[in-house]
């Protein structure tokens, strides 16, 4: 696949490329779950509006696991025990375009486990199978320092709750949204944070 450039991307534009994606890709497995890539994100969004959490949220959700489409490696690494750090690549793309918010907790989806399993004591036994599998590599549950350092983070609260429907949103046949659905609250918040 043809690496996209990002340098041609701008505010006019990101909620066409981030539709495409769904397009093309949305159809891939999610690292051994039971449902799609895009049947994830939409269900996480979902989730988010249906606790009536507001753009920022919703936004956050449904792009949580986009760095897994817009970075150079494939997400399959991850099964393969190589982190792909999809977090890091999907807040890249999306921070010239979207609010600290949305895009801190999508950087911080991955630590929000780590931190979550180092917290609360049930949190482990609700992953699904794939994300303990996963877990190890991408650092293990958080040390104290950890914890008390993640603890500081400004978003604290969003990157939890998009974490907990990260987690939630893997049912197989759940129905959804579209992504077109999402379209003009990803443009709403994308021109809220035009320079
Ligand atoms: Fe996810």
């Excluded at 340098?7 to 449902?35: C, H, M, P, Q």
């Excluded at 890249?92 to 895009?103: D, M, Y």
């Excluded at 609360?120 to 950890?146: C, F, H, R, W």
Aim: charge should be negative; include cysteine.
């Amino acid at each position: 696949m043809a690496t996209p450039d990002f340098t041609k991307l701008n505010a006019d534009n990101i909620v066409d490329f981030i539709g495409g994606i769904f397009l093309r890709r949305g159809a891939e497995s999610y690292l051994g779950e039971e449902v799609t890539m895009s049947q994830h994100m939409l269900q996480a969004a979902r989730l988010a509006e249906e606790a009536s959490s507001g753009d920022e949220l919703t936004a956050a959700a449904l792009l949580h696991d986009i760095g897994h489409y817009t970075n150079e490696f494939p997400e399959e690494l991850l099964e393969l025990g190589i982190n792909n750090s999809h977090e890091d690549a999907g807040a890249a793309v999306l921070a010239p375009f979207f609010s600290a918010a949305i895009t801190e907790a999508v950087r911080c989806h991955v630590d929000a486990k780590r931190y979550l399993c180092a917290t609360d004591k049930d949190y482990l036994g609700k992953l699904s199978i794939a994300s303990v599998k996963t877990l190890g590599l991408q650092g293990g549950p958080m040390n104290e320092d950890e914890v008390a350092e993640f603890r500081k983070h400004p978003h604290l609260d969003a990157i939890i709750k998009v974490r907990i429907w990260d987690d939630m949103g893997k049912v197989k046949d759940h129905t959804t949204q579209s992504f077109e659905h999402y379209a003009p609250m990803l443009q709403r918040s994308v021109d809220a944070c035009r320079l």
